[in-house]
C-alpha cells in the first residue's frame, strides 16, 4: 500500500515539474520572439503557482513594461528588487517604469543605485540628471492656458498652427 502512495507522489511530482517546464518554455519561446502578450500569459501563470524564477520575472517585468502595463511592470520590479536581485539592468528597468508611472523621486532614488554599480551608465546618468532638474521642465507651465473650443470637429483634431492669423488644424474623419 505504502508503495503505491510512494509511486502515486513520484508521478504527480514528475507531472507537475513536466507541466511548469513546459509552461516556462513555452513562455520563454514567445519572449524570445517578442510575441509579449502571449508570452505574460504563461508567465503569469508560472506567478500563480508560485514557480517563477529570477529570469521569468525580469522577462515578465519588462514584457509588461513593452507592452505599457506599467502598473504591472512596477510590482513585479518591486518584487524582484526587494527579493534581493539588485542588478544593475532590475534596477534600471525598475526606476524607468517608476518614472513612467510619475514617481519621479522614487526612480531618481532607483537611478542613484544603478549609477553607484555603474557609474559609467550613460541611460542612468540622463534621468538621474533630468529628474534632478525636473522643476526646470515645469517652469514655464504657467504662462500657457488650455481651452476647450465650440469649433472642434467631432474627429480627432491634431497638429494646430497659426496661419495668416487664424487657427488652422487638421482632423481625420
Known amino acids: 500500500m505504502s508503495f503505491r502512495i510512494i509511486f502515486l507522489f513520484m508521478f504527480v511530482s514528475i ?69 534581493g536581485v539588485k542588478t544593475e539592468e532590475n534596477l534600471y528597468q525598475y526606476a524607468y517604469t517608476l518614472a513612467t508611472n510619475g514617481k519621479y523621486e522614487l526612480a531618481k532614488n532607483y537611478f542613484q543605485q544603478v549609477l553607484t554599480l555603474n557609474p559609467n551608465n550613460t541611460r542612468a546618468v540622463k534621468f538621474f540628471d533630468g529628474y534632478c532638474n525636473l522643476s526646470n521642465y515645469f ?22 498652427l497659426v496661419y495668416n492669423n487664424k487657427l488652422v488644424f487638421v482632423y481625420s474623419s
Open 15 to 83: 507531472l507537475g515539474y513536466g507541466q511548469t517546464s513546459y509552461i516556462k518554455k513555452t513562455a520563454d519561446d514567445f519572449y524570445k520572439k517578442e510575441s509579449y502578450l502571449n508570452a505574460i500569459e504563461f508567465y503569469e501563470k508560472l506567478l500563480l503557482n508560485n514557480k517563477a524564477d529570477v529570469s521569468s520575472l525580469q522577462n515578465l517585468a519588462t514584457a509588461y513594461l513593452r507592452t505599457r502595463q506599467t502598473d504591472k511592470a512596477e510590482k513585479i520590479g518591486y518584487k524582484l528588487i526587494e527579493s
Open 139 to 160: 517652469s514655464d507651465t504657467s504662462n500657457y492656458k488650455f481651452y476647450y473650443t465650440l469649433f472642434n470637429s467631432p474627429h480627432s483634431d491634431f497638429s494646430p
